[in-house]
């Protein structure tokens, strides 16, 4: 799931081997917080040169969460009918892939450039 990556790699910011501490402040990064319906607030790390998305779906409790804390948007209803796979296409943007694509760019260069893979 997006996000996972970056709070994992956060808390290993300085606990790691040489190299791998400065992997997580390579790139520079804006958190942007959430709210859903249920008034979670979840903080969601992106690029600086990423769009930032004006929904995200809560890592808590899954339901759609805004920028804006006065209008969460409301729970969608739940269609029995479509498969995981139609409902995992349809919620993933543009931004969301564009930033999964950045992130996997991002830990292959750190890769090669610390030399954990040899080609
Ligand atoms: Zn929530």
Request: charged letters at 25%; one cysteine or more.
């Amino acid at each position: 799931m997006a996000g996972g990556g970056n709070a994992i790699r956060g808390s290993r910011v300085g606990a790691g081997p040489m190299g791998e501490a400065e992997r997580g402040e390579a790139a520079p990064r804006q958190a942007v917080t959430y709210f859903c319906s249920h008034g979670h607030r979840s903080v969601v790390t992106f690029a600086v040169e990423a769009a930032v998305p004006e929904s995200w779906d809560c890592p808590r409790c899954g339901l759609p969460a805004s920028l804006d804390s006065e209008n969460p948007p409301p729970a969608p209803k739940i269609e029995p009918y479509k498969t995981h796979l139609a409902y995992v296409k349809e919620r993933r943007s543009d931004a969301e892939a564009a930033t999964i694509l950045d992130e996997a760019l991002e830990l292959l260069r750190s890769r090669r450039k610390s030399g954990d893979i040899i080609f």
